[in-house]
Nanobody, 117 residues
Framework: QVQLVESGGGLVQAGGSLRLSCAAAGFIFRIAAMGWYRQAPGKQRELVAVMNSDGITNYANSVKGRFTISRDNTKNTVYLQMNSLNPDDTAVYLC???????????WGQGTQVTVSS
């Protein structure tokens, strides 16, 4: 059974930093593509950052230079380091995983990030 559990969200002032974590289970993590998405109230879910099993990354233009996705295959965990946060980054952040050969994405429950001005 695939499980993705996010942690690390919270309330932070503009200019601050947060580090999100997503612990994965139920599939071979090291050959899975992993990513972070976010959804703000009244808006569509959008890609924040993704990393494939080779470590190749892709970021939304709005977070380039501020956010960094990384993974630790020994801990089956993917991270999102978020710096220079601004109120526009306020959203529920969701972890996604695409295990090799499964043909679909799996999602965590999400963690709330709120940036105050």
């Amino acid at each position: 059974q695939v499980q993705l559990v996010e942690s690390g969200g919270g309330l932070v002032q503009a200019g601050g930093s947060l580090r999100l974590s997503c612990a994965a289970a139920g599939f071979i993590f090291r050959i899975a593509a992993m990513g972070w998405y976010r959804q703000a109230p009244g808006k569509q879910r959008e890609l924040v950052a993704v990393m494939n099993s080779d470590g190749i990354t892709n970021y939304a233009n709005s977070v380039k230079g501020r956010f960094t996705i990384s993974r630790d295959n020994t801990k089956n965990t993917v991270y999102l380091q978020m710096n220079s946060l601004n109120p526009d980054d306020t959203a529920v952040y969701l972890c996604s995983g695409r295990p090799a050969g499964r043909g679909r994405d799996y999602w965590g429950q999400g963690t709330q990030v709120t940036v105050s001005s």
